[in-house]
């Protein structure tokens, strides 16, 4: 009876039936396990049961019962042999207890043996750790059918009017965020099949779907197919990047998105992340804040993943250890899941394939170069480039054609970091596929732990796969000199000793070069012991091929504070003498189009890091920040802080209707806000623009009223399906086009159209996302009285206030007060539109934070205890006298009493449905 799994509460209990007198074993049976069944104690060596009378017999004997067992809370509890009749004795005629008992032998009764009730009164409990509840048949573990565990089978749940509080409900109690969708089916079956639940009354914000107002308890046999199906909003989003597969991680705290603590993930959490959105593997996880500041709000706690975790809600919770959080975690995921060349001669050449979210396609050739092909060669151990086959070489292969233009800069250690444009791009030629041919022997040397893969220690393979580490030594300046060389990263910056990072490969080696050798292989090497007793400083080299360029602190990677990495660190430019020549140039080298302004440190902060001197008197022709000639400066006066905002900046929004969750699509590219053609739009375009605007995770196309002549930017946007950022869909190319018959691109979001949907429904209680996401209604209402107050006249002024108020979100840092700069982001005007202008090509490098890297990581420190909710105890079920087992359609009706503490449905003060990767840097009021 008593398993391995007894708790120690059980142990210490049986331990007592031999010290204390009158303590007395219990037992729940019938129920399918040992946490549910008819309540049975034993007395005397005899079980039995107990019996008792509706009013006597409540939710507080049966916690006694639940907390004895170490099962959790109670469920549900009936008194109506709701596990059937015992056989045996009835032992107990009721219980008195005050619910805090730790066992039932604190509680009074009647005495032994006494009774007044029959075994059709004997008491059943069930406590919730006998239930379980999940989806099946959906896309994922926060997806589909809810079914729910009882009884050791799995069943399904019914009620007339399921609605999204139930939704809400079943997503937060599986870790799954917010619900953002729910239907509920039901259709007669040939044969039988099990309802769990029925009559289920859920406010919005129980912490577990049995601790809604349940009226009927199954299993019960039915001959309905009950299909109460939910999708969840999911926990964990990256907010702010380019794509959804980088940002600052933000996960949902009932209904909105918080941050989480840099240094309260780790890089497994990363990897835990990136899998649930589907992206590739976890590249970096840092604190820095390339991807815009954070709301304010912190997750308060941390989470540590084991890495096999489906999703991050599914990692262990531990309480926060960083008391005051000011710096986001950010991560970048590879934005596809893998590369591969195809139909070479050897493995190292061929054509160029990728995978995103389960899907091969070969790669274009348009935007294909000696830096991409370098950073491709290098991830699947092929060694370098040596040349780029015409386009089509290695044949067109099966799978897509993907336009996408990958921007590497040819120091990235993985091709997933390079900055992807696929919005906008060149028609891909059929046939015109990247081809490449790599050396294909892997250099047998290699820096690890530094930005790029031309910084950090150097390690030299002994044998292929066994890295040896090298220790500090008397030649380090030739060796540096031979490495950054052998690397293709240019001549040596920075040499110096790391500490010894002792969790590395294992074997040492002291080299010794002259700097002229051709190879390192060409150079003395002495092996040095295995495992020294004191660790020796290792050699770390930043050459020049590791400079990197960065925009952190604005929205997307093509505005905001520019960073410099050089010699290992990231700094900040002095903002003195700061023009919009050096902005160009900074601009280009992103592949972010041209430069709008050149602002200071009011704009996106003055940053933190050290300041960077070679910056400065640009031309505007240069093609890397680097090459200007940076006059020397004799200090600086206002500090770091210069910023950029480039035309290549891309946000987007729906304009004209009724909130900012519907009406037509518009993106701004090239400083102007464009519409988007009807003309070849797919359906999916709809809801990656409603996920990428934060309104829900559904929309609709929808008709599109004529109206206006503005040109537009884009037509041909085909989302594919499942798709999360507008910024990753392919069209037609940037263009400033009229529309023609087909007219414009219109979306409905669901957060929207919900409103009107569900106010017809019989649900009882709206739910949260009924309620308008903005706050016109209010500002509405608060004008209205004024008007009647102050009359017509102030009103129409008012009113374009309001209207300007309304319009203005300013999410990211810094909003520009300047003249100048706002006339940059006004309405477009046709007659003013500068020509479209092709994007220089891939100069382009990663905006990727400064901290801990996949290559050293280490486990953080979080503290052992767990952070466990412990289910509401307040749960009353309702005592229907109909509790047998009977089909549910043969369950009288009984009206529902009030739960105690139940209120009306408030509406909630927050909807969080703020913006996800989007930047409005457009008026200010
Ligand atoms: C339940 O309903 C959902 C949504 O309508 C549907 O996708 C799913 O296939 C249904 N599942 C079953 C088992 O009927
Ligand atoms: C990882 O954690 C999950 C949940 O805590 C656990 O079920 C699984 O066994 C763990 N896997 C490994 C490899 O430790
Ligand atoms: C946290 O903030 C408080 C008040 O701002 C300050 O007194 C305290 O020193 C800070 N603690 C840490 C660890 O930074
Ligand atoms: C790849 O490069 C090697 C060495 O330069 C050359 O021998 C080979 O023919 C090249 N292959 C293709 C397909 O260009
Ligand atoms: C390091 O080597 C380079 C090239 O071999 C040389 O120009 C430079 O002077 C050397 N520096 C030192 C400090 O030895
Ligand atoms: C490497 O070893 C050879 C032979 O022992 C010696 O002649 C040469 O000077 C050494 N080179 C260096 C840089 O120590
Ligand atoms: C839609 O696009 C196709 C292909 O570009 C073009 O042939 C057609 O004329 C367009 N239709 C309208 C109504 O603009």
């Known amino acids: ?85 015992g056989k045996g004795r009835i032992w107990l005629h009721t219980i008195f207890c ?58 399904t749940v019914y009620d007339g009017a399921w609605g999204m509080n139930h939704a809400e409900v079943v997503c937060q109690q599986l870790g799954c965020g ?134 991050l809600s599914a990692c262990t919770k531990r309480p926060p250890h960083i008391q005051n959080c000011t710096q986001p975690a950010t991560i970048i995921c590879s934005p596809y899941n893998g590369f591969r060349l195809a139909d070479g001669v050897s493995v190292c050449d061929g054509r160029v394939e990728v995978e995103a979210r389960g899907v091969w396609g070969t790669l274009c050739a348009t935007a294909w170069d000696m830096p991409d092909a370098h950073v491709l060669c290098d991830h699947l151990g092929c060694g370098s480039a040596v040349s780029l086959p015409p386009p089509g070489h290695f044949g067109m292969g099966t799978g897509m054609l993907r336009s996408d233009a990958l921007r590497c800069s040819g120091s990235e250690r993985h091709p997933g970091q390079c900055p992807v444009e696929v919005l906008g791009q060149p ?89 002229t050798e051709e190879l390192l292989a060409q150079c003395n090497a002495t092996r040095m012991a295995a495992e020294p007793s004191k660790n020796p400083e290792e050699l770390a080299i930043a050459c020049s091929g590791s400079k990197q360029l960065r925009l952190v602190g604005g929205c997307g990677r093509c505005a905001g504070r520019v960073e410099v990495y050089s010699e290992g660190t990231w700094g900040t430019i002095c903002q003195d003498s700061w023009t919009l020549q050096d902005a160009t140039v900074v601009c280009r080298q992103l592949g ?105 995770t559904a929309g609709s196309l929808t008709d599109n009223p004529a109206e206006g002549s503005e040109p537009a930017w884009l037509s041909w946007v085909r989302c594919e399906e499942g798709a999360r950022s507008l910024w990753r869909c392919p069209s037609a190319p940037w263009q400033l086009q009229e529309c023609g018959p087909t007219g414009i691109t219109h979306i409905t979001c669901e957060e929207d159209s919900r409103d009107s949907s569900e106010a017809t429904s019989p649900a009882p209680a709206l739910t949260h996302s009924a309620v308008p996401l903005t706050a016109a209604p209010r500002s509405v209402s608060a004008l209205t009285v004024l008007c009647v107050l102050l009359g017509t006249l102030l ?46 090509s891939h100069t382009g490098s990663l905006s990727q934070g400064s901290g801990r890297k996949l290559s050293n990581h280490s486990g953080d420190g979080a503290e052992e205890s767990d952070l466990q909710v412990s289910a509401d105890p307040r749960a009353q079920p309702q005592h229907s006298p109909s509790h047998g087992y009977d089909d549910v359609m043969a369950v009288p009706e009984v009206s529902p009493s009030p739960q105690p503490g139940d209120a009306p449905a408030q509406p909630p003060e927050d909807m969080g449905y703020d913006d996800v990767g989007v930047c409005t840097l457009g008026t200010s009021l």
């Open 98 to 155: 005050d619910g805090t008992e730790t066992t039932l032998q604190d509680c009074s009764h009647y005495g032994w043996g006494n009774h007044y009730c029959g075994h059709e009164w004997d008491v059943g409990v069930i406590c919730t750790e006998a239930l379980e509840l999940r989806l099946v048949d959906g896309r994922g573990p926060c997806d589909g059918r809810v079914e729910m565990k009882l009884r050791g089978r799995w069943g």
């Open 592 to 696: 972010c189009g041209r430069a709008l302004e050149a602002p200071g440190s009011e704009r996106f902060g003055p940053g933190t890091g050290t300041l960077w001197l070679g910056a400065g008197g640009c031309a505007g022709t240069e093609d890397a920040l680097w090459h200007c000639p940076a006059p020397v400066q004799r200090g600086c006066r206002r500090g770091g802080g210069a910023g950029a905002v480039c035309s290549g900046l891309l946000d987007l929004r729906l304009m004209g209707g009724s909130s900012r969750c519907s009406g037509h699509l518009e993106v701004l590219h090239e400083g102007t806000w464009g519409r988007v053609c009807a003309n070849g739009t797919s359906p999916a375009t709809a809801t990656a623009v409603c996920r990428q605007l934060g309104c829900g």
């Open 427 to 515: 028609a891909c030629p059929p046939g015109h596929t990247a081809a490449v041919n790599c050396s294909g022997v892997a250099e047998p040397l290699r820096l690890h732990g530094g930005e790029s893969r031309c910084d950090g220690r150097l390690e030299v393979a002994v044998r292929p796969g066994v890295w040896a580490r090298v220790s500090v030594g008397l030649w380090d300046n030739g060796t540096a000199t031979v490495v950054c060389r052998q690397l293709g990263c240019g001549v040596p910056e920075k040499i110096h000793a790391a500490p010894a990072n002792g969790s590395g490969p294992i074997e040492l080696q002291e080299l010794r070069c002259v700097g």
């Open 1 to 85: 009876m008593w398993g391995t799994m007894v708790p120690a509460r059980v142990l210490g209990l049986l331990l007592c039936v031999h010290v204390c007198m009158g303590s007395e074993e219990l037992r729940l049976v019938d129920g399918g396990g040992r946490c549910a069944g008819r309540v049975e104690v034993k007395h005397e060596g005899e079980w039995g049961s107990i019996c008792s009378y509706d009013m006597q017999w409540s939710t507080r004997e049966a916690s006694v019962v639940c907390r004895q067992l170490g099962c959790g809370t109670v469920a549900h509890t009936s008194p109506y042999a709701p596990f059937g009749q």
């Open 178 to 311: 917010s619900a953002a969708h729910t239907t509920f089916t039901s259709h007669i079956l040939e044969a039988h099949s099990t309802l769990m639940l029925a009559r289920v009354n859920c406010k919005g914000t129980e912490k577990a779907i049995w601790d809604c107002n349940i009226q009927s308890w199954g299993p019960y046999s039915v001959m309905t197919d009950y299909n109460a199906s939910v999708v969840c909003q999911g926990f964990s989003r990256l907010a702010g990047g380019d794509s959804e597969c980088s940002g600052r991680l933000e996960v949902r705290q009932g209904q909105t998105w918080v941050s989480v603590c840099h240094g309260h993930v780790d890089l497994m959490a990363a990897q835990v992340v990136c899998r649930e959105l589907g992206c590739g593997t976890a590249l970096a996880l840092s604190g820095a804040e390339p991807f815009g500041v954070p709301a304010g709000l912190f997750w308060n706690g941390a989470f540590e993943c084991n890495g096999t975790e489906p999703f």
């Open 795 to 840: 009103c129409v002024a008012l009113a374009a206030l309001a209207v300007q108020a309304h319009r203005t979100r300013a999410h990211c840092q810094g909003p520009s007060k300047g003249a100048t700069s706002e006339a940059v982001y006004e309405e477009l005007d046709y007659s003013l539109m500068p020509e479209y202008q092709e994007v220089p």
